[in-house]
């Protein structure tokens, strides 16, 4: 699959604005439990994930197999939900309706294919995006 939108976003400011309207209405920033922060975050970055690859969120949330580019897109936003908002696998898998292996998969496969540059330059630009997104709510 090629991941062509993203390529339209000169800078991850260019786009932060947008995707920080999304991960904040996302939040509620009420307290609760870890799982429930977590999950408020995964359904955040999904929606951001969704923007950003021209993906229907509801495709991504589906249960069950899915073609190669939604699963290639679910993939992305749990290895940067794991690798940027610092939030454990199990707790991942929980809000993405998967297993905790699943998400390890997911995270091993990203690395992997990050060897490709331009496939990397595509994940630097979603990490970037989602850091400015969630700002001080990484790590619970």
């Known amino acids: 699959m090629r991941f062509t939108s993203i390529e339209k976003l000169d800078t991850p400011t ?3 604005a947008a995707w920080r309207g999304v991960a ?13 922060r977590a ?7 999904i929606d951001i994930a969704a923007a950003l690859f021209n993906v229907a969120g509801k495709d991504i949330r589906q249960p069950g197999r899915s073609s190669l580019g939604v699963s290639r897109v679910r993939q992305v ?8 908002l610092k939030l454990n696998m199990s707790d991942i898998g929980r809000a993405f309706g998967r297993d905790r292996t699943t998400v390890v998969h997911a995270c091993h496969l990203i690395e992997d294919l990050r060897d490709d540059r ?14 400015a997104a969630f700002g001080s709510r990484i790590g619970l």
Request: hydrophobic share 40%; charged share 25%.
């Open 24 to 36: 904040d209405s996302a939040f509620t920033g009420r307290p609760g439990t870890r799982e429930e």
């Open 77 to 84: 936003a749990m290895y940067v939900s794991h690798v940027v």
């Open 14 to 16: 260019a786009a932060t």
């Open 118 to 131: 331009d496939f990397d330059r595509i994940i630097t630009t979603t990490e970037k995006v989602a850091l």
């Open 39 to 45: 999950l408020e975050l995964c359904e955040a970055m």
